[in-house]
């Protein structure tokens, strides 16, 4: 009972935190206007950390032999039980005419750990952080580079399923939602996503490449490091880069992740907008579940959660039906519960395991 309660007033107390941060005035020009291409002159390393990875491998060269002037050259920090670094060395011989190096990734390392060891190897003005499982393209590449030549220091996109993905319900579902929450036009950001991030070599020198803990996260503490020291970090949700979407175990782990993760550091960093985020999940089933136990003695109080739950059901909806436009495909009924089911499992999972975060 004590958890639920105080779990109920750290959202109030965060919600109301953002309601005094929302009288502020806001600064104009708050949408950039970027050029429509990057500067094709400029050194771009593609720095990549993976730990058994080795079916991503082939497939993340082949799309990177693609980004021509958006490529200088490809560092490779990779590991594993899977013969990831022998498989990486085997591509390296096999395309003499790409600059990759590799560093082994070592048991224990982690990804920060991982991109540490390699950044010694980087040698490009502009350091292009992604993930193996994805596919990198110009196209994704291109504005988070323009931003980058006019107005950031560090610039992030959003990430969409792997085409062979699209076909699968609840992947629409995840990927609708993750959308629903951007807008149009390129905006300052507090935040990084550690699959479709580009960054200069001089703001990443600056915060001290990677030559620091990350208990929250690579992309979390780089983000927080760079706003700290007087960075300038843009958003562009139009770059997406293709990835692939976990399976639900994997999804749980790390939505579980992220809500600990913000739990413990987000007051640290004052990440406004990260703990309001997650004080909304994490309040929501409770509230319902007050509401319901509640009905017992007020029948009111059902109508009040029935009213909530419908409006809940038409913005996700909403949320579906625009990407279903967008692909071509309707998604069941079954594939929003089950994604709401894994929502709670997540939850669930920080909450049982709560002494972890604090």
């Known amino acids: 009972m004590m958890w639920i309660v105080a779990t109920l007033a750290l959202g109030a107390a965060v919600e ?6 929302s009288r502020r005035p806001v600064a104009s020009g708050s949408v950039a206007a970027v050029p429509a291409s990057p500067p094709a002159d400029v050194p771009v390393s593609w720095l990549v950390a993976g730990w058994n990875v080795a079916p991503d491998l082939a497939p993340f060269v082949a799309a990177y032999r693609t ?3 958006t490529a200088h050259e490809l560092v490779l920090a990779v590991g594993g039980e899977d013969g990831s670094l022998e498989r990486a060395r085997a591509l390296q011989a096999a395309h003499p005419d790409l600059a990759i190096a590799i560093v082994e990734q070592k048991a224990g390392m982690g990804k ?5 060891a390699a950044w010694p190897l980087v040698t490009g003005e502009i350091v292009y952080l992604t993930d193996m499982d994805c596919r990198p393209s110009r196209e994704v590449a291109s504005p988070l580079l323009a931003l980058l030549a006019d107005v950031a ?9 792997l085409p062979e993905q699209v076909a699968i319900p609840m992947v629409r579902v995840r990927w609708a939602v993750l959308r629903a929450g951007d807008r149009e036009g390129a905006r300052p950001a507090v935040g990084l996503h550690g699959a479709n991030t580009a960054i200069r070599r001089t703001m990443l020198e600056r915060v001290g490449g990677f030559d620091w803990d990350a208990p929250t996260g690579t992309d979390y503490t780089l983000a927080k490091r760079v706003l700290a020291a007087g960075g300038r970090l843009w958003r562009e949700p ?27 550091y987000g007051f ?3 990440a406004l907008s990260d703990l309001q985020a997650v004080s909304r999940t994490l309040v929501w089933p409770w509230v319902m579940a007050a509401l319901v136990a509640g009905g017992w003695w ?7 959660a029935a009213l909530l739950l419908a409006d809940a059901v038409r913005r996700r909806a909403q ?8 692909v071509g495909m309707e998604t069941l009924v079954g594939s929003v519960l089950a994604d709401w089911a894994a929502g709670l499992a997540a939850i669930r999972h920080v909450v049982r395991r709560r002494a972890q975060w604090s």
């Open 16 to 21: 109301l935190w953002g309601w005094h941060a």
């Open 319 to 326: 949320y579906v039906d625009a990407m279903e436009a967008r």
């Open 67 to 69: 980004l021509s002037a």
């Open 153 to 161: 220091d560090a610039a992030t996109g959003s990430v969409r399923p």
């Open 112 to 116: 920060q750990g991982a991109l540490r």
């Open 268 to 270: 640290r960093y004052r």
């Open 298 to 304: 007020w029948s009111d109080m059902w109508a009040l």
């Open 238 to 264: 139009m770059s997406e880069m293709p990835t692939r979407f976990p399976e639900r175990g994997v999804y749980v782990r790390k939505q579980a992740r992220w809500l600990g993760t913000v739990l413990r």
